[in-house]
């Protein structure tokens, strides 16, 4: 199978990560796309994120219906920081015959070189990095000094609507008493509410 992996907090899951999900299975005609909640993101201390259970049930409402979606908790059972090559050497180990693309957004790939080891993620997966139509791409002058040509050509391009929506947000309008109708599934909005989140 071709299998997209996306990753990231998901705190909360929103509109666009789902639009994003969707636009990436259907331009790079993927089987599946597999959503991979962070345990412990390298970038962000445990303390400022909801608990690992409570954003991949989440993100298990999010999808429900949809047949290529899945859910994959297996970061949120792994102790120590979450890094992307453990995680694809994981999955790439329990299904060594499906093709493994990683679903990154906005300037990801740009960043790529100050990844924990960038090589051998681009060995193992073909990139695919979202944009938004008329928009232009960031400047690639490090990646391009760090990866061979052979590299790069493992990047594939998908364009996206844009839509400004951003976790961050939906956090600070709910701790404001604002709405997020429509920012994010109608279900996780609800979850959201009875499980007061964002209000500390």
Request: glycine residues 4%.
């Amino acid at each position: 199978m071709r299998i997209g992996i996306f990753g990231g907090t998901f705190d909360p899951v929103h509109i666009a990560h789902l639009l994003l999900a969707e636009q990436c299975r259907e331009q790079c005609d993927l089987d599946e796309v597999w959503f991979v909640p962070a345990g412990s993101p390298p970038h962000k201390e445990n303390n400022e994120i909801s608990t690992g259970k409570q954003r991949r049930e989440m993100l298990d409402f999010a999808i429900a219906g949809h047949p290529n979606f899945v859910v994959k908790d297996l970061e949120l059972h792994r102790e120590g920081p979450s890094y992307t090559i453990e995680t694809l050497r994981q999955l790439k180990a329990t299904h060594p015959d499906d093709k493994f693309f990683l679903i990154v957004g906005a300037d990801s790939v740009r960043d790529l070189h100050t990844w924990h080891e960038p090589e051998a993620i681009l060995e193992m997966v073909t990139l695919i990095r979202a944009n938004r139509p008329n928009i232009s791409l960031p400047d690639m002058t490090e990646l391009t000094q760090t990866f061979s040509e052979a590299a790069l050509s493992k990047i594939l391009w998908v364009a996206i609507p844009g839509i400004e929506i951003s976790s961050t947000d939906i956090r600070k309008r709910v701790r404001d008493n604002k709405s997020v109708r429509f920012m994010t599934p109608r279900s996780v909005e609800v979850y959201i509410h009875n499980n007061r989140l964002y209000l500390d």
